[in-house]
């Protein structure tokens, strides 16, 4: 089975740690030029997730929660990470303010935390996964289909 099956069906951590170790294998078998958007409340994991892909692509910075700026641009060794946090973004109009797609240099991932928010904004080949808390330490990471848009 792979990756990409046991998250259809849903791995389930014990650890932030191991959230990590699991971002790192995704982020091994993730093609070039993807964007990866990760739902979820508060406190389920995503940014843990994007630290663990972001040891796989060798960024040699920590990776943060972006705060003032709503994205952040870490340059890999093996790819070019930008990491946008849309939980600010109120109007996904503001989406194209970032002019993000400037930054994107092959081979990139954009990883975008509460993607709700520019939902429409994301290509449609955006990888979708969500995550939730089951108790306490015990956290879910599940690939699920793009939500539908509202018109
Ligand atoms: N199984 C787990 N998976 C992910 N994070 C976990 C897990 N167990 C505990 N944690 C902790 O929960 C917190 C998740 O924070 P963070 O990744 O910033 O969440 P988010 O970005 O979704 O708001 C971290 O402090 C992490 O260490
Ligand atoms: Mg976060």
């Known amino acids: 089975m792979t990756l990409f099956d046991k ?14 170790s699991i971002g790192a294998e995704f982020a091994r078998n993730l ?13 389920v994991g995503k940014t843990t997730f994007i630290q663990g892909m972001a ?10 929660s972006p705060s003032f700026n709503l994205y952040n641009i870490y340059r890999g060794k093996k790819r070019l990470l930008v990491h946008l946090d849309a939980y600010r973004l109120s109007h996904p109009e503001q989406f194209e303010t ?9 081979p990139y991932c954009l990883a975008v935390e509460w993607p709700e928010n520019v939902a429409g904004w994301l290509p449609i080949e955006t990888t979708w996964l ?22």
């Open 31 to 43: 093609p070039p030029d993807s964007t990866v958007a990760l739902s979820g409340d508060l406190g």
């Open 7 to 20: 998250l259809k069906i849903g791995i389930e951590t014990l650890s932030g740690e191991e959230t990590q």
């Open 55 to 64: 040891v796989e692509w060798k960024v040699p910075d920590p990776v943060t």
């Open 98 to 106: 970032l002019m993000i797609e400037d930054f994107l240099e092959s």
């Open 130 to 151: 969500t995550l939730s808390i089951i108790k306490e330490d015990r956290h879910r990471i599940k690939l699920i289909e793009p939500p539908a848009l509202k018109p």
